[in-house]
């Protein structure tokens, strides 16, 4: 199996950046991708941004420009690079990794908080 540990959340001002790091560990090679999704007090998840093990990349409207996801293959490690943050981006951030076919698998961290201060 997999598992995932986040990093990197906390508070910032508005306008500012901040950078999440989500590090696989076990059967990293049996990913086929990975991602970032968001909750907000009182809504349902969202997509942030996905991330293919070729590079392919995909992100939500409210996040193009300003967040960028990226991968580490070497450290099996994911990163989501947050620049002019908005209050709206507060929420707990969540890794997920994701196997589609032969054995597929839907495996989440446990969250790390991003508040962002108007």
């Known amino acids: 199996q997999v598992q995932l540990v986040e990093s990197g959340g906390g508070l910032v001002q508005a306008g500012g950046s901040l950078r999440l790091s989500c590090a696989a560990s076990g059967r990293t090679f049996t990913i086929n991708a990975m991602g970032w999704y968001r909750q907000a007090l009182g809504n349902q998840r969202e997509l942030v941004a996905t991330i293919t093990r070729s590079g392919s990349t995909n992100y939500a409207d409210s996040v193009k420009g300003r967040f960028t996801i990226s991968r580490d293959n070497a450290k099996n490690t994911v990163y989501l690079q947050m620049n002019r943050l908005k209050p709206e981006d507060t929420a707990v951030y969540y890794c997920?990794?994701?196997?589609?076919?032969?054995?597929?698998?839907?495996?989440w961290g446990q969250g790390t908080q991003v508040t962002v201060s108007s």
């Open positions: 997920h990794a994701e196997r589609l076919i032969v054995n597929p698998y839907d495996v």
